[in-house]
Nanobody, 127 residues
Framework: QVQLVESGGGLVQTGGSLRLSCAAS????????MGWFRQAPGKEREFVAA????????AYADSVKGRFTISRDNAKNTAYLQMNSLKLEDTAVYYC????????????????????WGQGTQVTVSS
């Protein structure tokens, strides 16, 4: 199995930027599709962004499209989420997720399809 550790969360003002990292260990990282999800207090965990095995195909929630960018560096076993123009409603715990696939072009948007999860990192956007 693969272990995931997120980092890079913190407190930022509206309009600011953060870059989250998700370091993977344990298995061949390039065999896993990656996704980012978030969960605000009292709400369900929701999809933010996802990408295929080489990062060339991506998908985003409408709420973050044009502001967030998902990427990966398979040589460093790390996935990233660059978050720009942050809004109050982006405040949440952000989780990275991984799932092993053989299809090189698949992108997974549903949290139920991911087998592995990190512990989460808090992102707080203040006015």
């Amino acid at each position: 199995q693969v272990q995931l550790v997120e980092s890079g969360g913190g407190l930022v003002q509206t309009g600011g930027s953060l870059r989250l990292s998700c370091a993977a260990s344990g298995r061949t990282f390039s065999n896993y599709v990656m996704g980012w999800f978030r969960q605000a207090p009292g709400k369900e965990r929701e999809f933010v962004a996802a990408m295929n095995l080489n990062g060339g195909i991506t998908a985003y929630a409408d709420s973050v499209k044009g502001r967030f960018t998902i990427s990966r560096d398979n040589a460093k076993n790390t996935a990233y989420l660059q978050m720009n123009s942050l809004k109050l409603e982006d405040t949440a715990v952000y989780y990275c997720a991984a799932d092993q696939v053989s299809n090189p072009v698949i992108v997974l948007r549903s949290r139920r399809l991911y087998d592995y999860w990190g512990q989460g990192t808090q992102v707080t956007v203040s006015s």
